[in-house]
């Protein structure tokens, strides 16, 4: 398959650079310093458990021309930079799939109205990258916390979507297709907004964030809310394991975060919101705008959104002076204690 990832972003070069030593012919598309060093040392990638270092050669271009022909463009950009280059990829018509690969709660129309509904594909990385000393260096999430994920605009399983699952496997990535990524992008911006303000409030200090219980408290009356939000518009929450945010009681769900936030991973996992504070802004806004639509109160979000400002003051640090909500804890009895054990083993 020939594929042009544009971007040349951490998570751009790492999804270039596995697709290419899987055998595809894979171009990047990046400019300035970046441009430079792909050129002169390729994409250079670690990964973060084992160590494991890889040096790829890729085919770096500066520009996307009219008539450039590729199987598949893969846009890794982030959402505040996404509709700067709709016309670009609008005129390039030798392409006949896009898949705009990253966070979108507002929806697909304005893809849509750039490109054509048949050109158009989402989906969203099931990886996690920082820049490190020159290096890439990346996690690859499972299959059970979360896939790359991918999907026709129509849900449909077509022979390119199967092909793209495919390439995307063989370069060691868990793939999923999934038949509402629209639905898909919604839930999972309703949970990493909350997820990466919780952090800014706490000063981008996860440990910080681990020992502040009201921070994470407020994350996941946060996430409940955006799901109420969700669920006023119809949207169903997806994939449906993550209505857990919804029924699993408050101190159960606040102590699982505690765990995931504090695991070795979590610096790899989370690290990419610590320097996408505008592309976070975007995001919030996009749902806030959908709350707004469904007339759902977000007091939680709203004071968590307070921090997308990088001048306001920060939690204190362990604070802890929100009352937990123990509703439902007693009630489940040992039913919701086995399941719970089980959501803990997915999540961590």
């Not at 171009?27 to 002169?40: K, M, P, T, W």
């Not at 449906?240 to 029924?247: E, K, Y």
């Not at 990419?272 to 705008?289: K, Q, Y």
Request: charged share 20%.
């Amino acid at each position: 398959m020939k594929i042009l990832v544009y971007g040349a972003g951490n998570i751009g070069s790492l999804y270039a650079g596995l697709l290419q030593a899987s055998g595809h012919d894979v171009s990047i598309l990046a400019r300035g310093q970046r441009l430079d060093e792909i050129r002169e040392q390729g994409i250079k990638l670690r990964h973060a458990v084992t160590g494991a270092a890889t040096e790829v050669r890729v085919d770096v271009v500066e520009r996307l021309g009219p008539n450039d022909a590729y199987d598949l463009t893969l846009v890794v950009l982030p959402r505040d930079h996404q509709s700067e280059v709709l016309p670009i990829l609008a005129a390039n018509q030798g392409t006949p799939s896009v898949m705009f690969f990253g966070h979108n709660a507002a929806g697909p129309r304005e893809l849509v109205d750039a490109l054509g509904r048949d050109r158009v594909l989402l989906g969203f990385p099931g990886a996690a990258a920082i820049r490190r000393d020159g290096e890439i260096h990346y996690l690859i999430t499972s299959a059970q916390e979360q896939p790359t994920t991918v999907g026709e605009l129509e849900g449909i399983r077509s022979p390119r979507i199967e092909a793209i699952e495919q390439a995307l496997q063989a370069a060691g990535f868990s793939a999923a297709i999934c038949s509402n990524m629209v639905a898909w992008l919604k839930t999972h911006a309703a949970e990493i907004g909350p997820t990466a303000t919780a952090l800014y409030m706490a000063a981008g200090d996860r440990h910080r964030l681990a020992r502040t219980r009201d921070a994470l408290v407020l994350m996941r009356r946060a996430i409940r809310e955006g799901h109420g939000v969700l669920s006023a518009l119809g949207v169903p929450i997806t994939p449906a394991i993550h209505r857990i945010f919804r029924w699993l009681p408050e101190p159960l769900l606040v102590a699982i975060m505690r765990r995931m936030i504090e695991g070795e991973e979590a610096s790899i996992k989370i690290g990419h919101a610590l320097g996408a504070r505008n592309e976070m802004r975007v995001l919030a806004d996009e749902f806030r705008a959908l709350a707004a639509t469904a007339s759902v109160a977000t007091p939680a979000l709203n004071r968590l959104c307070t921090h997308l400002d990088a001048s306001t003051t920060p939690m204190a640090d362990g604070s802890a002076e929100l009352s937990l909500d123990w509703r439902g804890v007693w009630v489940a009895g040992l039913g919701l204690a086995a399941v719970a054990v089980l959501i803990t083993i997915w999540l961590l």
